[in-house]
């Protein structure tokens, strides 16, 4: 049901309300006095939980992962002007990550637009190629047709959202008064559907996509898997909560060995049983022994450069299988692109196929992982109590069943994927790989933790966290604990593993490159209220478990850190030599 209080405030009600019906539950609003009609839209509607925040940048972040946290579509919304342009960065790594999100940006009507008024910029196409539908959502009457107009607004943006993957931009005109002032006469719809909406609160209009592959193309794919008697199925980064299970159905029943990206869903979790997680470290060390003559990949392609240029390397079939509307291949050599959803894909496959085991095939990938594994345990325990790869060991047995985790771009992410050991916590691992920034992560956190309502752990670094400190803004108020783990390494270290280590001038390099911040973190978290811990060793980095929001800084050398992924690489080429 509309509020008929006025022109606006019925025009708003009514996009809000088949946003609602559609499956929208959290929204973020960042105030101002232009979007005043959807503020009060979106407060005002029992099934959206609204959370304000400041900060739009920030706001457009906590949205990203209020998204990546529940499956469904979040939104952002804002007033004009600038306010709208700081949702770019969450926009872009939304669309780059094919994350649906839903933008309403409120502006001036066109009369008060390329004349001088305030806060009034070119909204139009803001976001240009990053959104993948853009809608002005004009001036209207709020008559039959005005309201109409906004409902089936509303359920579009819902379908180009989810169906398209990515974010979708409305544009929206407000006439004064922004506010509840009563003007009853200007609201004539009188038709039930404009005013009430469909009975029982269903949405003006669902939208409706095939999700199953073609006999002929199961057909294929079940014939290229019977003949392979080496076989790989590569798992990335994937939004559906199904795929990890038809993913492991699959490789049980064609006897494939799984490379489980941190991500995928495959590393952690129930799913977890027989994944190779070293693969970053024996793409290096035993290509030619391991090679395939098959190779599913299902997701994102995983962050690891030895596995891509490995990948790229073996002359074999490699059939890459993505959702609708995305072309996942930057290796640029797959076979077969299979545009469909993922996991019908792999179901359909499972059940097409005569199931077999692994046998030696599969038996040397999990030796090959084992012998790794140990390898990696030996070289950390020559090394200093708390490190970058053993900071991983430890988190990997500390994380707990049913929380949710946030890993930074840069080194975390790749720490992450060459040491996080697989284990059986039903945790889902998240990361911002779309854009493959590092700004927004505290933001992202506090998304996750709010959308989830459980146990939420950020991983990232000292830069990583001065790019987003006002995103410590929103951590107090979380319904879920965010335990924010900062590695300390003063500065970007990642730059010491890329050749400008070598090649610049040791003050130049740390000025133009690693960049230290001395940021304060322990002020940082006095500033905004949060409990702060400083780690000193493995055991008190596992107690962070089962605390509640806290800041945690680890300190490490990250003069040292080359070296010691040296020694590694090398303990592992040895272990895999004898």
């Given at each position: 049901m509309i509020d008929p209080t006025n022109r606006n405030t019925a025009l708003a009600s009514a996009l809000v309300e088949e946003l609602s019906r559609s499956g929208v539950r959290h929204a973020i609003l960042s105030p101002g006095s232009r979007s005043s009609p959807l503020a009060l839209a979106l407060d005002r509607d029992p099934g959206i939980e609204l959370t304000v925040v400041l900060d739009e940048r920030s706001a457009g972040f906590i949205a990203l992962g209020c998204t990546l946290s529940t499956g469904a579509p979040a939104v952002v919304a804002c007033t004009s002007g600038s306010a709208a342009a700081n949702l770019h960065p969450a926009v872009v790594e939304a669309d780059q990550a094919g994350v649906p999100l839903i933008v309403l940006t409120s502006d001036r009507p066109p009369e008060l637009r390329g004349i001088g008024a305030g806060q009034t910029i070119d909204q139009i196409g803001l976001y240009g190629s990053a959104s993948r539908w853009f809608c002005e959502g004009g001036t209207h009457d709020a008559d039959d047709t005005g309201l109409l107009h906004?409902?089936?607004?509303?359920?579009?943006?819902w379908a180009e959202a989810t169906l398209g993957r990515g974010p979708v931009h409305l544009n929206l005109s407000w006439r004064d008064p922004l506010g509840p002032e009563p003007h009853p006469e200007d609201v004539t719809a009188a038709r039930p559907l404009a005013v009430e909406?469909?009975?029982?609160?269903?949405?003006?209009?669902?939208?409706?996509?095939?999700?199953?592959?073609?006999?002929?193309?199961?057909?294929?794919?079940?014939?290229?898997?019977?003949?392979?008697?080496?076989?790989?199925?590569?798992?990335?980064?994937?939004?559906?909560?199904?795929?990890?299970?038809?993913?492991?159905?699959?490789?049980?029943?064609?006897?494939?060995?799984?490379?489980?990206?941190?991500?995928?869903?495959?590393?952690?979790?129930?799913?977890?049983?027989?994944?190779?997680?070293?693969?970053?470290?024996?793409?290096?060390?035993?290509?030619?022994?391991?090679?395939?003559?098959?190779?599913?990949?299902?997701?994102?392609?995983?962050?690891?450069?030895?596995?891509?240029?490995?990948?790229?390397?073996?002359?074999?079939?490699?059939?890459?299988?993505?959702?609708?509307g995305r072309w996942n291949e930057p290796s640029r050599i797959a076979g077969a692109f299979v545009r469909a959803d993922a996991t019908?894909?792999?179901?359909?496959?499972?059940?097409?196929?005569?199931?077999?085991?692994?046998?030696?095939?599969?038996?040397?990938?999990?030796?090959?992982?084992?012998?790794?594994?140990?390898?990696?345990d030996a070289a950390l325990a020559d090394g200093p109590e708390l490190s970058e790869p053993g900071i991983w060991r430890a988190l990997g047995e500390t994380f707990g069943d049913g929380e949710e985790v946030l890993v930074a771009s840069s080194m975390p992410i790749r720490d992450a994927e060459a040491f996080l050991r697989p284990g059986s916590a039903a945790v889902r691992i998240h990361a911002n790989r779309g854009a493959n920034g590092i700004d927004g992560l505290v933001s992202t956190a506090a998304g996750i933790a709010l959308g989830s309502d459980r146990p939420t752990w950020l991983v990232l670094g000292d830069l990583a966290l001065a790019h987003d400190l006002g995103g410590l803004a929103s951590v107090r108020d979380l319904p879920a604990p965010l335990r924010i783990v900062v590695i300390d390494n003063g500065g970007g270290g990642i730059f010491d593993f890329l050749p400008q280590a070598s090649q610049v001038e040791a003050d130049a390099f740390e000025r133009l490159f690693t960049t230290p911040s001395g940021l304060d973190v322990e002020g940082a978290a006095a500033l905004y209220g949060i409990d702060f811990v400083e780690v000193r060793s493995e055991a008190e980095l596992a107690g962070l478990a089962g605390s509640g929001s806290v800041l945690a800084r680890v300190r490490v050398e990250r003069e040292g850190n080359v070296d010691l992924h040296r020694r590694i690489a090398e303990a592992v080429a040895h272990a895999l030599a004898t």
């Open positions: 906004m409902r089936s607004l509303g359920c579009r943006a909406g469909r009975s029982e609160g269903r949405p003006l209009t669902v939208p409706i996509a095939g999700r199953e592959p073609s006999a002929a193309l199961v057909e294929a794919l079940a014939g290229a898997v019977s003949r392979a008697g080496r076989g790989l199925i590569v798992a990335g980064r994937s939004l559906d909560p199904d795929l990890p299970a038809a993913v492991a159905d699959l490789a049980a029943a064609a006897g494939f060995p799984v490379l489980a990206e941190p991500t995928s869903g495959l590393r952690l979790g129930p799913h977890s049983r027989g994944a190779v997680a070293t693969y970053d470290l024996l793409a290096r060390s035993r290509p030619d022994e391991l090679a395939p003559d098959l190779v599913l990949r299902f997701g994102d392609m995983p962050t690891s450069k030895p596995l891509r240029a490995w990948l790229e390397a073996v002359e074999v079939d490699q059939v890459a299988i993505d959702p609708p019908a894909v792999a179901r359909a496959l499972t059940a097409a196929l005569e199931r077999r085991g692994g046998g030696d095939w599969a038996a040397a990938w999990a030796e090959a992982e084992a012998a790794t594994q140990g390898a990696i």
